[in-house]
């Protein structure tokens, strides 16, 4: 089993009056999952709390559920493992669709949702909306996420040539966690190596540090201290939003391998 070191974090930031994001981390279960709610009357803050309660409960079986209750149907391409998370988001967005829909104070709430599951030395990543994860690996960074935005999906689809869509579309969502009755989410998997570092967060940082200047600290930082320092630096330069973070660092597996950062 690799050995993990890792941190979470959630601040309102400098101009919101509630915070909307959640968080939900597990070093022995090895699961990681941010949301970032949307809606009015505090309705955020309800969604995205159900979205991390929701997926800590499905996660938290063991064994993993296998009689059916979840009343979807998961890609038998998919390991084990991508199917429990798969699963998760699924009776997440079935909670908060149904609460919506029951409560008008909460009609149209919703939530991103983006989380991690290390399985051995595979990691399965899981996300719906904007919210970023990244991996970092000798000294690089890259999205393992899929960004469901107007932005990003008129980019995939717009042939050669085309003109971009402008930054507004940046943050609208093709797709969140509740606002319909069924939810697609995208999951990825990666094999993870001794020193590699993920990070989850909510976009009240990603819109504040580029990808480069998070890597910076995440490498140069044990978790800890990595994500507080990340939240003083948005929060610096504005802090819009409300501010989540999870950093998840593979610190060496049992043989006695080890990445250890450069300062403490």
Sequence with gaps: ???????GITDVGKLRKANEDSYYMDDDLRIYVVADGMGGHRAGEVASRIVVETMQDKLNQEPPNADGEDLITIDQELSSE???IMAGIHLANQAVFTLAGSNPDY????STV??????????????????????????TIE????????????????????????????HMITRAVGIKAAVQPDVAEVEGLPGDIFLICSDGLSDLLNP????????????????????DQANQRGGRDNITIIIIRLAGHLNGVENQPSEQ
Excluded: C, F
């Design 143 to 170: 999205a393992i996420y899929t960004p469901h935005t107007y932005l990003a999906e008129h980019a995939k689809l717009a042939p050669a040539g085309a003109k971009p869509l402008g930054q507004q579309y940046a």
């Design 107 to 110: 009609k149209g709430m919703g």
């Design 212 to 231: 480069e200047e998070i890597k910076r600290v995440a490498v140069n930082y044990k978790p800890k201290k990595a994500v507080k320092i990340l939240v």
């Design 82 to 84: 991508a199917s429990r």
């Design 1 to 7: 089993m690799t050995e993990v070191d890792s941190a």
């Design 114 to 139: 983006s989380a991690i599951l290390l399985a051995g030395s595979r990691v399965v990543a899981a996300n719906v909306g904007d919210s970023p994860i990244y991996l970092i690996r000798n000294n």
